[in-house]
């Protein structure tokens, strides 16, 4: 209570600190609870990275000297890259021709697949020449004696790798068609 010249109590005086001692407790536990989360928080920021903003002409100047300066060695390795490409099919092409070539040769002489086979094979073509020989003599002709056998043999051999010969010229032929086909679509 206040005396009678105005002046405050004990009384008065602890109960006002004993209200702003209330006053300050809630001020700490809101404070307590405002700031529980600050070491998570701390932790966050941490990794958080912070970049410069660049405007957007130096950028697009800066876009425009990296094209300019590696544009030139880009092309170029499209360019071989393209080559590379080209050359590639023109050696499927002629690999394919050659496979067909070599399978015409087998579907046209299967006796070929025998002489392949050393010694044994080129017994079975002196065999082949001499039962020839000996046909052509049972038809009628004269036998062949064995110089006049193997002559035979030899012209018939070149008459072969001729015919085989002029077989590879018209799938090369064919081939290049092909190519030159494909040069004109592409272009």
Same mark, same amino acid.
């Given at each position: 209570? /206040? ?18 001692? +209330?006053?300050?407790? /809630? ?9 529980? $989360? =600050?070491?998570?928080?701390? /932790? ?23 094209? $300019?300066?590696?544009?030139? =060695? ?27 070539? @070599? ?5 046209? @002489?299967?006796?070929? +697949? ?7 094979? +080129? $017994?079975?073509?002196? @065999?082949?020449?001499? &039962?020839?020989?000996? $046909? ?21 051999? &070149? ?5 085989? /010969?002029?077989? &590879? ?19």
């Amino acid at each position: 209570m /206040s005396t009678p010249s105005g002046t405050p109590t004990y009384s008065d005086c602890v109960a006002s600190l004993r209200t702003s001692l +209330s006053f300050l407790e /809630s001020s700490v536990a809101t404070l307590g609870t405002g700031v529980q $989360d =600050f070491p998570r928080l701390s /932790s966050i920021l941490k990794t958080v990275r912070h970049y410069e903003l660049i405007p957007q002409p130096t950028l697009a100047a800066a876009e425009a000297s990296l094209r $300019d300066e590696i544009g030139p =060695f880009v092309a170029l390795l499209l360019d071989r890259a393209d080559k590379h490409l080209e050359r590639q099919a023109r050696r499927i092409e002629t690999l394919k021709a050659r496979a067909e070539l @070599n399978a015409g040769r087998l579907s046209h @002489n299967p006796s070929s +697949s025998s002489s392949g086979q050393g010694v044994r094979g +080129s $017994d079975r073509n002196q @065999n082949t020449a001499k &039962r020839k020989a000996r $046909d052509g003599a049972k038809q009628g002709g004269r036998p062949l004696d064995g110089g006049a056998a193997l002559r035979a043999k030899v012209v018939r051999q &070149r008459k072969e790798a001729l015919k085989y /010969s002029v077989e &590879r010229l018209e799938l090369e032929v064919l081939q290049k068609e092909r190519e030159l086909r494909m040069r004109l679509e592409q272009a």
